[in-house]
């Protein structure tokens, strides 16, 4: 049974949810829910950039309790998107409050390409190619050896940028000799995250 259709991304059904209700050990209503062929894949909380007390962090508290008191619609669930329209914000499911992170290279756009701070997330984060993208290549899951807690991790905009690069020149380039190059990286910018997420896409690909 193929539940997602990785080879042909948009042959794929899509639907949004409007405060979605989820009855839990109580009442919750996310704001919108993505999903993809019937799966609840993103959950995103949305805030208004006018309130003061609205802010990201408020939002990212609501998706918190929402992880708390309805676990049920997370089961699926690849990531969260916390937003205010002045900064936006994702993690995967279940992660702490300092994994939340702004995805900051809209590549292979420009940041003067978007008008609104959620027009760049939406494209950044919410095309359905890259959310099957996401789901095939760019979420592995860890122990943790002090708790041994199974942790999802999602990618970071540097390594999704390097990655799709390199499958570009490792794919896309006929003279061997520009089928090499360097992947600068900073420190603690997930250089072997990096290196497994490129594994993961090579593999996949016949």
């Known amino acids: 049974i193929h539940l997602i259709d990785f080879d042909d991304r ?5 639907a949004v949810t409007n405060q979605l209700r989820v009855q839990g050990t109580q009442v919750r209503k996310p704001d919108l829910v993505i999903y993809l062929n019937g799966i609840p894949v993103v959950t995103i909380e949305l805030n208004s950039p006018l309130n003061p ?11 918190e309790e929402q992880e ?10 690849v990531f969260n998107v916390a937003s205010n329209d002045q900064f936006s914000r ?3 499911t279940g992660a702490r409050r300092e994994f939340w992170l702004d995805w900051r290279d809209p590549w292979p756009k420009q940041d003067t390409d978007f008008s609104t701070e959620i027009e760049k997330m939406a494209f950044c984060l919410l095309q359905p190619t890259r959310i099957v993208d996401f789901i095939a290549h760019f979420v592995v899951f860890e122990k943790d050896p002090e708790t041994t807690k199974t942790i ?8 999704y940028r390097a990655v799709n690069k390199m499958i570009e020149r490792v794919y896309g380039e ?5 089928r090499r190059g360097l992947v600068w990286h900073t420190q603690g910018s997930g250089k072997s995250l990096t290196m497994v997420f490129l594994t993961i896409k090579m593999r996949r690909d016949p």
């Not at 999802?152 to 390594?159: D, I, T, V």
């Open 90 to 92: 994702y993690t995967a």
């Open 174 to 178: 006929t003279d061997p000799k520009k």
């Open 68 to 77: 708390r008191d309805i676990p049920r619609l997370f089961f699926s669930n």
């Open 152 to 159: 999802k991790k999602m990618c970071r905009h540097q390594q």
């Open 10 to 14: 948009m042959n794929n059904d899509w």
């Open 53 to 63: 007390s609205q802010d990201t962090f408020a939002a990212i508290s609501q998706i």
